[in-house]
């Protein structure tokens, strides 16, 4: 937004948003998460075709991840994370999502999504602010530390109706970073 008087410009940060989808929910919820935020389409990737130019074009980047078998990452995000590990991420606001089932996997309850949280604490990032899970039925998670997911937790095989609740919620706090 500009000012009249003063010249100086504030500079909206631009946003890339990045997931993996196996089944399609991901992708989804990414697409659901574009549009509180007001994010182009053009700017929803598919984390298969991420590259370290995509990456670096953007200020704020939003992971998304379902999470498989025994709390592993979908399978697009390993070679993600190793490309997202070789880079310098300093400067960079690094806000994640998860999908989980928290009724067939209640201890595993998106456990991708602490995955991609632990293997990008050395990139230089700066996380944004995780989710209470104290509106969450589970029984363990790689993805939450004292007391708060990562991230955006979804599970829209057991809770569908929440998502659009939790989506605002944490897509209102992400517009006060940009």
């Known amino acids: 937004l500009c000012s009249v008087k003063s010249i100086k410009c504030k500079e909206m940060k631009k946003t890339g948003i990045f997931y993996g989808s196996t089944t399609g929910t991901t992708e989804a919820v990414a697409g659901i998460i ?10 929803v990737h598919d984390v298969s075709k991420m590259t370290a130019e995509m990456v670096n074009s953007y200020d ?29 991420l300093s400067g960079k ?9 928290s009724e067939s996997y209640a201890d595993t309850f998106c ?20 989710v209470s899970d104290a509106d969450y039925t589970y029984s363990s998670s790689v993805a939450v530390v004292d007391g708060q997911f990562v991230g955006l937790a979804i599970d829209e095989m057991n809770e569908s109706g929440k998502t659009d609740g939790r989506v605002t919620a ?8 940009l």
């Open 60 to 88: 704020i980047l939003l992971f998304g991840t379902s999470t498989w078998g025994d709390g592993e990452l979908q399978d697009d995000w390993y070679d993600g994370v190793k490309l997202l590990k070789g880079l310098d």
């Open 93 to 101: 606001l690094v806000g994640l999502f998860g999908c989980g089932d």
């Open 170 to 177: 944490w897509t209102e706090h992400i517009k006060t970073l």
């Open 34 to 43: 574009a549009g509180k935020l007001g994010v182009s389409s053009a700017d």
């Open 111 to 130: 456990d991708g999504m602490g995955i991609i949280y632990e293997d990008l604490k050395g990139t230089g990032c700066e996380f944004i602010n995780g």
